[in-house]
């Protein structure tokens, strides 16, 4: 089992920056890519980013160029760094957690977080 918890979310205006981060425990050494998805009211939970544990990255069209993710292999974290935030990017941020394959399909991730609200005012 591997277990996610997320942190770092919070209020924020449009224009700001925030950090989020996920802290996995567990059998960390099975997972093959972690990634970021969030889900605002109403709306099917959307991929962002993922990346492998060699280091690949992917993103949605919607996040590239203001979202980063990155790790700490030492830490067990995933960072998601979140610049010209928009308040459509208002949802719960998810951590999610995939033992094999690669891609955006949140029906292939096998562990996820509980989540963390990100609010953005305009």
């Known amino acids: 089992q591997v277990q996610l918890v997320e942190s770092g979310g919070g209020l924020v205006q449009a224009g700001g920056s925030l950090r989020l981060s996920c802290a996995a425990s567990?059998?960390?050494?099975?997972?093959?890519?972690m990634g970021w998805f969030r889900q605002a009211p109403g709306k099917e939970r959307e991929f962002l980013t993922a990346i492998s544990w060699i280091g690949d990255t992917l993103y949605a069209d919607s996040v590239k160029g203001r979202f980063t993710i990155s790790r700490d292999n030492v830490k067990n974290t995933v960072y998601l760094q979140m610049n010209r935030l928009k308040p459509e990017d208002t949802a719960v941020y998810y951590c999610?957690?995939?033992?094999?394959?690669?891609?955006?399909?949140?029906?292939?991730?096998?562990?996820w977080g509980q989540g963390t609200q990100v609010t953005v005012s305009s």
């Open positions: 567990g059998r960390t050494f099975s997972i093959y890519a």
């Open positions: 999610a957690a995939r033992l094999s394959g690669w891609g955006h399909n949140r029906v292939e991730y096998d562990y």
